[in-house]
């Protein structure tokens, strides 16, 4: 039987709507339809996440394990892939989310959807214990100071140093740069520089295993950053994104989130839970 031409658009056109909406399957029906959802996490970043005996433990898989809660019935794949693969991982759809400390950034903002945060990831200074000679940020002065290669805290330390130092007429006195920060800490310790600057949370096990050699100084210094975890950026991932930070966003207003802090940390911190924040530089 013939259909006029007329039938045929409008039957074209009737069939669309079903046609863009199959092209664009929603991720997180998608994840509860199979039953497994695929996670990267670099297991190498005491004390969000580590491995222990093989297992994957620390202050994220913790989180993670309280997000699953929401997802009955649905097994997690959690994958250890090193970080410079997860977000290549991510775009080429290898895994579905990454739930991994991740700083947000203007550069990652513009192809990766953020959660909410899960921590502050601001720069505060690390000195040796009792060390009378700095009290504050602005005391790294004149000083030999600490970090490693490449990491976003060196960037910090310079912006630091030309908006506030500078126009004081002062300024550091050396930026050594390390392999990691294992190397950097070991260098404090051997008064080989006079201070290390790190991101805040990632100095709690250090602290915690040797409060006898090092101190930090508070309060943090430099811009607010922040931590989260994030999806792919597209019509697809929205709503497991949104899974994801509203479930964040639950735990942090029920005190859970605050709870796992202490836990692993031994501070708790004050972190949004209306909207992801601006991203830094």
Known sequence: ??????????????????????????????????????????????????????????????????????????????????????????TAGRFDFVATSLTITEARARNYAFTLPISTASVTVLKRKGDPRIKSAEDMAGMVVGSQSGAPQVTVLREFEKSVLIPKGKSVKEIKEFMDYNEAYAALAARRVDAVVQALPNLAPLIKERPDVFEIVQPAFGPATYYAWAGRKDADSASLVAFFSDSIAKLNRSGKLAELQKKWMGFTMTLPTDKVPAPAN
């Open 1 to 90: 039987m013939k259909i006029p031409l007329l039938s045929k658009c409008l039957l074209i056109g009737a069939l669309m709507p079903f046609t863009i909406h199959a092209a664009h399957a929603d991720m997180l029906a998608k994840i509860k339809q199979k039953g497994e959802i695929v996670i990267a996490t670099e297991a190498r970043y005491a004390p969000f996440e580590m491995l222990q005996d093989g297992k994957i433990i620390g202050y994220s898989k913790d989180i993670l394990d309280e997000v699953m809660k929401g997802l009955p019935g649905v097994t997690l794949k959690q994958l250890d892939v090193p970080f410079q693969g997860i977000l290549p991982g991510l």
